[in-house]
C-alpha cells in the first residue's frame, strides 16, 4: 500500500512559537514609551485570561501613562482648533478608563476627561457656530445653515442660535427670489419662520406659494397649483386667492367612465366585465405631490352634472379566472374564564346576609369554523377618450368567507368535566361567560352561497381596480421651473392684541356753575386793496382749548 507524503507543517509550528504573545507586544511598546499602544496590548491580553499576572501588574504600574498621553493628544487637537479629532481622542480615554474598571485597574480618577470633553464639546459647537457666522457674511447660505445645525447637534441650548439660523434662511430665501429660485424661497422663507416665529416670513412663504399656484394653474398643473394653494394656507389682502383655489380644485378633477353591468353578475366562459360597482367618488388628501382627488362616474352620473370633467377614461375591469373552493372546517379547543354562584361562607352571610357570592372558574369549549374561499384574477384596462393612450394592470383577488360556532361548553370539576349551561350573567347552576363568547351557542349561520361570494369578490376587485386607477391615472407632469413669477407683497393679519379696545378717558362736561366761554368779537374783513402783512392779529380773545 502506498503511504500518503507527510505534509510539511513544521515551519507553520515555528511561526507560531515565534509570534510574541500580547503581553510582549506592549512590553515592546513599553520599552519605546508608547504607552497607548502597550496599554491596549496588555488588555488584550487579559481579554484573553483576564487572571493574567504580568499584564495586569504591567497595566496596575502604567495605566496612568498611557491615560496621560491620550491625554496630551487630545489637548494637542484642541489647541490646534481640531475640535472633531480632540472630541474623538477624548471620548476613547473614556473608552479607555472603561476597560480598565472591568478588570478592576482603575486607580485614578476620570473626572478630568470627562470634564474636558464637555469643554471641547462647547468651544467646537461656538466654533460651528463662528463658522456659520461668516459664511452667513460671505452670502455661503448652504455651509451657514450646515455649520449651524452642526453647532445645535453638539450642543442643543446655545442662547440665539435660532434667531441666527433664522436670518441665514430668511437672507437664503431673498437671495432666492433674485435668482428666480421660487420653490427654494418659499421653502427657507418657511424654514426661518420656524425658527424666529416672525409672522412677517410666513406671510413671504405664502404669497410665494400663491405665486408659484398661480403659474402652475397657468399651465394647467392643476394639481401642483391645489399643493401650493394648501400650502399658502390663507393669505390677507388677496382677494382672488379664493377664485383661483375654486380653479384649481375644478380643473384637478379626473371623470372616469365606466362600462355598465348589473349586480347580478355572471360568469360566462370564466370572464366577465364589470365597472359601475366602482365607487361614485374617491377623495384624498393633498399629498406631496399635489394630488386633490379623483372623481370617479359612471355615464348615468356624468350626464347628470352641470359640470363635467374635461378629461374622462374608460376604464374596464376583467375578470379571467374565477374559482370559489369547497368550504374547510376545523375545530378547535378553547378554554375562557366566567363567574359561576357559589355559598357564601359563614362570616359574610353573618355581616351580609343579602350578599351573592361568585367564584372565577375556566370554560372549556370547542370552537368550530367552517371557511370558503373565492379567488379572482383579472385585469384594469384604461382608455384616455382625449388622447387614445391606453394602460393595462393586472389585478388579483382573495376573499374568505367564513362561519364560526361553539358547542360542549364545559368545567372540570370533581376529577371529571362537567357540562355547563352559559348566560351573560350568573345564575344558580348557569355560568357567567363574555357576550361574544355566549352569541357562539347557536347553530352554525349558513354560508353565502359561490355566486354571492363572486359577486362579493368582484366588488373587492372592483375596489383594487381603483388604486390602480389611481397610481395609472391621477399623475400630472410638474410644470417648468418660472423664469418670473408675479408675488404680491404680503399684508400681516392684525395680532389678537392689536384687535384689544382701549377705552379713551371720560371727556368733562360743562355744567351750570362754569363760566361761560368768551364771544368773540367780530372783525371787519380787509379791504380789497389791503397788502397782506405778517404781523400777528391783536386783541384776538383765547379759545377754549388755549385757556390755561
Known amino acids: 500500500m502506498r503511504s500518503l507524503p507527510i505534509l510539511p507543517v513544521l515551519p507553520l509550528v515555528l511561526l507560531l512559537a515565534c509570534t510574541p504573545s500580547p503581553y510582549r507586544l506592549g512590553v515592546r511598546a513599553a520599552n519605546d514609551g508608547r504607552w497607548i499602544d502597550a496599554s491596549n496590548h496588555w488588555l488584550t491580553a487579559l481579554d484573553n485570561d483576564i487572571y493574567a499576572t504580568k499584564p495586569r501588574k504591567a497595566l496596575r504600574e502604567h495605566a496612568k501613562d498611557a491615560w496621560d498621553e491620550r491625554l496630551d493628544i487630545a489637548r494637542e487637537h484642541e489647541a490646534a482648533r481640531r475640535y472633531a479629532a480632540s472630541a474623538d481622542a477624548y471620548r476613547e480615554m473614556l473608552a479607555y478608563a472603561k476597560s480598565l474598571d472591568e478588570v478592576e485597574l482603575l486607580s485614578f480618577s476620570t473626572a478630568d476627561a470627562t470634564s474636558e ?42 442662547v440665539g442660535l435660532d434667531a441666527e439660523q433664522g436670518a441665514t434662511f430668511a437672507a437664503w430665501a431673498r437671495a432666492d427670489l433674485d435668482e428666480h429660485r421660487y420653490h427654494d424661497a418659499a421653502d427657507h422663507f418657511r424654514r426661518a419662520f420656524e425658527l424666529t416665529g416672525d409672522r412677517e416670513l410666513d406671510a413671504w412663504a405664502a404669497a410665494v406659494e400663491v405665486g408659484l ?4 394653474l397657468s399651465k394647467n398643473a392643476c394639481r401642483a ?33 365606466m362600462d355598465p353591468v348589473d349586480d347580478a353578475t355572471v360568469v360566462e366562459g370564466r370572464q366577465l366585465s364589470v365597472g359601475t360597482m366602482l365607487l361614485d367618488r374617491i377623495e384624498r388628501e393633498v399629498d406631496d405631490a399635489g394630488s386633490r ?13 352641470d359640470d363635467p370633467p374635461d378629461h374622462q377614461v374608460r376604464v374596464t375591469i376583467r375578470v379571467n379566472q374565477s374559482a370559489v373552493e369547497a368550504p374547510q372546517t376545523s375545530q378547535s379547543k378553547q378554554v375562557v374564564e ?34 370558503q374561499t373565492v379567488r379572482l384574477s383579472g385585469a384594469v384596462k384604461l382608455v384616455d377618450l382625449g388622447t387614445g393612450e391606453q394602460a393595462t394592470r393586472p389585478i388579483d383577488v382573495q376573499m374568505t368567507h367564513d362561519t364560526t360556532h361553539a358547542t360542549s361548553f364545559q368545567l372540570f370539576e370533581a376529577g371529571t368535566t362537567v357540562p355547563v349551561e352559559i348566560g351573560t350573567q350568573a345564575s344558580v347552576g348557569r355560568i357567567e361567560l363574555p357576550e361574544a363568547i355566549v352569541a357562539l351557542d347557536r347553530e352554525p349561520l349558513p354560508l353565502p352561497t359561490g355566486e354571492e361570494m363572486l359577486v362579493d369578490a368582484v366588488r373587492t376587485l372592483a375596489s383594487e381596480a381603483a388604486k ?21 407683497r404680503p399684508v400681516l393679519a392684525p395680532t389678537d392684541m392689536e384687535f384689544q379696545v382701549v377705552q379713551p378717558p371720560a371727556v368733562p362736561q360743562p355744567t351750570m356753575e362754569a363760566d361761560p366761554l368768551p364771544t368773540p368779537a367780530p372783525t371787519e374783513p380787509p379791504a380789497p386793496d389791503a397788502p397782506p402783512t405778517d404781523a400777528p392779529p391783536t386783541d384776538v380773545p383765547a379759545t377754549p382749548e388755549e385757556t390755561p
Open 117 to 158: 470633553l464637555k469643554t471641547v464639546i462647547s468651544t467646537w459647537a461656538m466654533s460651528e457656530r463662528a463658522r456659520g457666522s461668516v459664511a452667513h457674511e460671505a452670502g455661503d447660505w448652504a455651509v451657514a445653515v450646515e455649520a449651524f445645525d452642526a453647532a445645535r447637534e453638539l450642543k442643543g441650548d446655545l
Open 213 to 216: 399656484g398661480r403659474y402652475a
Open 225 to 257: 397649483a391645489v399643493s401650493h394653494f394648501e400650502k399658502a394656507g390663507h393669505v390677507v389682502g388677496d382677494n382672488t386667492l379664493e377664485a383661483d383655489r375654486a380653479r384649481a380644485l375644478d380643473c384637478s378633477r379626473l371623470g372616469l367612465l
Open 293 to 305: 382627488f379623483v372623481r370617479i362616474l359612471n355615464p348615468e352620473v356624468l350626464s347628470s352634472i
Open 468 to 488: 390602480a386607477i389611481l397610481d395609472t391615472v391621477d399623475r400630472e407632469d410638474d410644470p417648468p421651473a418660472p423664469r418670473t413669477l408675479s408675488i404680491l
Open 338 to 371: 366566567g363567574m359561576r354562584i357559589v355559598e357564601c361562607d359563614q362570616e359574610t352571610l353573618l355581616y351580609s346576609p343579602d350578599e351573592v357570592c361568585t367564584e372565577a372558574v375556566e370554560v372549556e369549549y370547542v370552537l368550530h369554523r367552517t371557511a
